[in-house]
């Protein structure tokens, strides 16, 4: 990871680079719009969200669990627990394996009490506390077995700062064998850091595995469900695809450490837990995470399942047989492929095969007999070099023979204009490819300058995927500065729609409490979510991006020192709406006149209404002020086709206007 960094510090510019640039003066600009031109459809995929499992988005994220660790099987077992012994209480507290309910997660809890005293039990942390709201309920389960002594009820609570007691249950358990056990908790106040205590009753051995707490309102109410606010945050997006689940988390740091999709499916609690590569991954940035493991409880199901609810293309990513090459960059050597080439066939079945094949017979199983209508395959995250192209020849063969309708995603690499980059596009076109996945992680400036970047692609050539980008400052904080350069350059892909087929800004989500990469789209703590400045700009781009791209032309933009326009335009026509879509990017200091030219339709235009974003340079969204930078909506007087509009200095402006095609 370190290359990147010094290559994003290396093109840093301070937070006022936008206000700070010297524009040379300039009349009025034009901006003319063919509004009868046939146009280029503009893919329903544009805008679409890249999910992959960092800062806590995952396990202590999107999936609900609250309880961390539950299975024991995090390399040091206790991590997450704390030994309960109160006054007059004594036992011990151990792990074993033997007989063990969930043979891919074998390890349990043994707590041996010899008096209970005032109680002797277990307590779990949580993702840095559990979010409790008052009146909501909570679902506590576990597998648990008397191994020697008497019956025991477990006094389960939910515990507020001070020990105050949110919750409590009585939970019998008598079996010798493995039994499940349940309850529901009633929280009586709303607490962000509640810690939930297990007490046994009497003197003798308890087995326990697989300690589990959900609340009941997830995202559709679902068992093994996800955090209702940031899917409610995501589905906002109307996003056109959700790729996932990675990033480097596909890659591993070593094989060993990579993502198996077939070990993320069937029972939860039998889906081996590894490391998440985010746990090492920069402990010296953020809020380190030493405790970060992905558990499964979020696998490729769940995922799917996602992407149907919320109408979103599943854009899956597999690893091609390479470890992350900012790490060990271990490779399987081509003669040893098979299994690796045979998890992507397999892949596509579980997601679209018919019920009576062996994955679609699995998804079936898990209460998803209908396919879900895979369409995209990405073969590799962000890899590059050589040794990837023939490796992606060898999955694309395989691939082509038995899915020809599959469209194949390929990496162009980490950077969007370096030695990798300048091989991948040269080994692209030998390869059966359909999609390009580039990646820009660069200063605001970048963003500003490369606008234009698609105009120049060759049309010929596959279809492009801008998979992840982020405008990073140099402080790497969400800001309107941010925001705002990436609104410039998505107006070149939209100008571009008949070649830039999807984007989307990268990472997704991050706990404020134990994050290891920023920016990032989403901020949220245990109880609460925001979408930043740049998640607006996302929003407004994707909810008004139309079905065709109009052609635009824009005269007489204010230049920076070096040439380049600060006044940015993409047009689209909304099919349905029948309106005009007109977005127009301010990136100069002050409010700047456009004259707008509606070739192709005659005025009065009725109806039409403006949204506009506009905030100050370093303006953000927090948890406490989630709206600083949010949409205004405004109905506008009826304008002719030579109509002037004045936008507002660092402003984002959609213009949505009914007219007749
Ligand atoms: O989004 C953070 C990381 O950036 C991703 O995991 C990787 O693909 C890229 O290097």
């Not at 939910?158 to 908790?185: C, F, Q």
């Not at 992606?392 to 023979?401: G, L």
């Not at 279809?463 to 402080?475: C, D, L």
């Not at 609460?528 to 139309?546: I, P």
Request: one cysteine or more; a neutral charge.
């Amino acid at each position: 990871m370190s290359p990147r960094i010094s290559h994003v510090l290396a093109f840093a510019c301070s937070l006022s680079c936008l206000a700070a640039v010297p524009l040379v003066a300039a009349p009025t600009p034009t901006v003319t719009v063919d509004t009868a031109a046939a146009g280029a459809p503009i893919s329903p995929q544009m805008f679409g969200v890249f999910f992959e499992d960092i800062n806590f988005g995952g396990d202590g994220g999107i999936s609900a669990e609250l309880v961390k660790n539950g299975s024991f099987e995090f390399a040091d077992p206790i991590t997450g627990w704390r030994k309960v012994e109160r006054p007059g209480a004594a036992g011990s507290f151990g792990f074993a394996s033997a007989e063990a309910p969930f043979p891919r997660n074998p390890r349990y809890a043994r707590l041996t009490v010899s008096a209970v005293g005032e109680g002797f039990g277990l307590r779990n942390d949580g993702y840095r506390g559990m979010g409790v709201t008052q009146g909501a309920r909570y679902a506590f389960s576990a597998m648990a077995r008397v191994v020697a002594g008497e019956a025991q009820t477990l006094h389960v609570e939910l515990l507020g700062a001070k020990d105050v007691v949110l919750a409590s249950a009585e939970v019998p358990v008598s079996a010798r064998t493995w039994t499940r056990i349940s309850a529901d908790l009633l929280a009586n106040a709303t607490e962000p850091k509640a810690t939930l205590r297990v007490q046994l009753s009497a003197p003798g051995t308890l087995d326990l595995e697989a300690v589990s707490l959900m609340p009941h309102d997830t995202w559709k109410g679902r068992r093994n469900g996800l955090r209702a606010d940031l899917v409610q945050l995501l589905a906002d997006l109307k996003p056109g695809f959700i790729r996932f689940p990675g990033g480097c988390i596909v890659e591993g740091r070593t094989l060993e450490n990579r993502y198996q999709w077939k070990n993320t499916v069937g029972p939860v609690e039998n889906r081996p837990v590894i490391y998440n590569r985010w746990n090492v991954e920069f402990a010296d940035r953020g809020k380190g995470a030493y405790d970060y493991y992905q558990s499964f409880r979020l696998g490729f199901f769940e995922y799917f399942q996602v992407c149907a609810d919320l109408g979103a293309a599943p854009v899956p990513i597999i690893n091609c047989g390479m470890a992350c090459q900012f790490n060990s960059g271990e490779l399987v050597p081509l003669a040893e492929l098979d299994p690796y080439v045979q998890d992507a066939l397999d892949l596509i079945e579980f997601a679209n095969g018919s019920v009576s094949s062996t994955w679609g017979r699995v998804r079936a199983e898990m209460g998803h007999p209908e396919p879900f209508g895979l369409k995209f395959l990405g073969i590799g995250n962000e890899q590059w070099g050589p040794q990837y192209f023939e490796r992606y020849a060898v999955f694309a063969k395989a691939i082509r023979a038995r899915y020809p309708e599959i469209q194949l995603i390929t990496s162009a690499g980490p950077f969007p204009e370096d030695p990798k980059f300048q091989l991948a596009w040269s080994e692209i076109p030998k390869l059966p490819v359909d999609i390009v996945d580039e990646h820009s992680y660069a200063p605001p400036e970048w963003f500003l300058n490369n606008s234009q970047r698609y105009d120049r692609q060759d049309r010929k050539g596959p279809k492009i995927f801008v998979g992840e980008y982020a405008a990073h400052v140099p402080t790497r904080r969400n800001n309107w500065t941010s925001a705002l350069a990436e609104a410039a350059f998505i107006t070149g892909l939209e100008r571009n729609a008949d070649v830039v087929v999807m984007s989307a800004y990268a990472p997704l989500l991050a706990h404020m409490d134990a994050w290891q990469w920023n920016p990032n789209l989403i901020w949220f703590d245990n109880l609460r979510s925001a979408g930043t400045a740049n998640y607006a700009v996302q929003r407004l781009f994707s909810l008004h991006r139309g079905d065709i791209a109009l052609p635009i032309k824009v005269e007489g933009a204010p230049v920076a020192e070096n040439g380049q326009p600060r006044l940015y335009a993409s047009a689209a026509w909304d099919k349905s709406a029948r309106e005009l879509i007109l977005k127009l990017v301010n990136a100069t200091a002050g409010p700047q006149e456009v004259s707008l030219a509606l070739a192709g339709t005659s005025g009065p235009i009725r109806g039409g209404r403006a949204i506009v974003l506009a905030a100050a340079l370093d303006a953000e969204n927090t948890l406490d002020q989630p709206a600083g930078v949010a949409p205004v909506e405004e109905a506008l007087e009826p304008v002719g086709a030579g109509a002037r509009r004045t936008v507002p200095a660092h402003s984002v402006t959609v213009l949505r206007l009914p007219v007749a095609r």
